[in-house]
């Protein structure tokens, strides 16, 4: 008798699946306490796979996180105005403010002196034009955009009355002084009697007189307006009721 008739035939080996299951090479069945055919096996398992990944890719996301919406930011018109003076000299060295003046809104009333929305105007000999420039903390749709932008340029007459510049060295007066001053004109009265009127706030130089001006608006126009009161805008001082 020959060595190989002692090998066993590969053929009748039984080889254990990694899944466990028992592997007959001669009859070509699994055996698993009986006889269970491949075709049946592996559709077994392929059907329980399917099954998992089916569990898995049901399994809702979690939403992303929303950013936290900022708060309307307010500033008085001294400090937005500096602001806006420095994004200015990129337009020309030479800019010389000739107004400041808040926008009404449903953020702010004004009744400290601050608003969310400002704009200052500024003219330049040199490009002879004027350009408004805005600062903005507010999240209303139609505001400027947070922080400072500028608005389109304008024909700059040095001539004109309205557009009188001035040197931001007699801008020693911020709007929340003037606010508190002009209460004690009338503005306490007004207030007092509907306190939700608005509060304005318009810096020009006065030619006349030759003194910037804090012009102190109690109502949603200039026009409109149930009182303005004049503060001058380097003392601090009560000039006059304008209205």
Same mark, same amino acid.
């Given at each position: 008798?020959?060595?190989?008739? =002692?090998?066993?035939?590969?053929a009748?080996?039984?080889?254990?699946?990694?899944?466990?299951?028992?592997?007959?090479? +001669?009859?070509?069945?699994v055996l698993? !306490?009986g006889?269970?055919p491949?075709?049946?096996?592996?559709? #077994?398992?392929?059907?329980? *796979?399917? #099954?998992?990944?089916?569990?898995?890719?049901?399994?809702?996301?979690?939403?992303?996180?929303?950013?936290?919406?900022?708060?309307?930011?307010?500033?008085?018109?001294?400090?937005a105005?500096?602001?806006?003076?420095?994004a200015? @000299?990129?337009y020309?060295?030479?800019?010389?403010?000739?107004?400041?003046?808040?926008?009404?809104?449903?953020?702010?009333?004004? @009744?400290?002196?601050?608003?969310?929305?400002?704009r +200052?105007?500024?003219?330049?000999?040199n490009?002879?034009?004027?350009?408004? =420039?805005?600062w903005?903390?507010?999240?209303?749709?139609d #505001?400027?955009?947070?922080?400072? +932008?500028? !608005?389109?340029?304008?024909v700059? &007459?040095?001539?004109?009355?309205? *557009?009188?510049v001035?040197?931001?060295?007699?801008?020693?007066?911020d709007t929340?002084?003037a606010?508190?001053?002009?209460?004690?004109?009338?503005?306490?009265?007004?207030?007092?009697?509907?306190? /939700?009127?608005?509060?304005?706030?318009?810096?020009d130089? &006065?030619?006349n007189? &030759?003194?910037?001006?804090? @012009?102190v608006?109690?109502?949603?126009?200039?026009?409109? /307006?149930?009182?303005?009161?004049?503060? &001058?805008?380097?003392?601090g001082?009560?000039?006059?009721?304008?209205?």
């Open positions: 008798m020959k060595m190989r008739d =002692f090998v066993p035939s590969k009748a080996v039984d080889v254990v699946t990694p899944a466990g299951f028992i592997w007959n090479r +001669s009859q070509r069945t698993r !306490g006889s269970i491949v075709a049946l096996a592996v559709a #077994a398992t392929l059907a329980i *796979t399917l #099954a998992l990944a089916g569990c898995n890719s049901n399994t809702p996301a979690a939403p992303p996180a929303k950013p936290e919406a900022k708060a309307p930011e307010l500033l008085t018109g001294r400090s105005f500096y602001k806006a003076y420095i200015a @000299h990129n020309a060295a030479d800019v010389k403010p000739f107004r400041i003046e808040s926008t009404p809104s449903s953020e702010s009333n004004g @009744h400290d002196g601050k608003s969310t929305i400002w +200052s105007s500024f003219a330049s000999a490009q002879r034009g004027a350009k408004p =420039f805005f903005s903390g507010s999240n209303l749709p #505001a400027p955009s947070r922080g400072v +932008s500028f !608005g389109n340029e304008d700059y &007459n040095p001539g004109n009355a309205s *557009t009188q001035f040197d931001p060295a007699f801008l020693k007066i929340d002084q606010f508190t001053e002009a209460q004690k004109h009338g503005g306490d009265k007004v207030l007092e009697k509907d306190p /939700a009127t608005p509060v304005l706030f318009i810096c130089w &006065n030619h007189t &030759n003194e910037l001006t804090w @012009h608006i109690y109502g949603g126009s200039r026009e409109t /307006a149930r009182l303005t009161v004049a503060i &001058n805008a380097s003392t001082a009560f000039i006059r009721v304008e209205k």
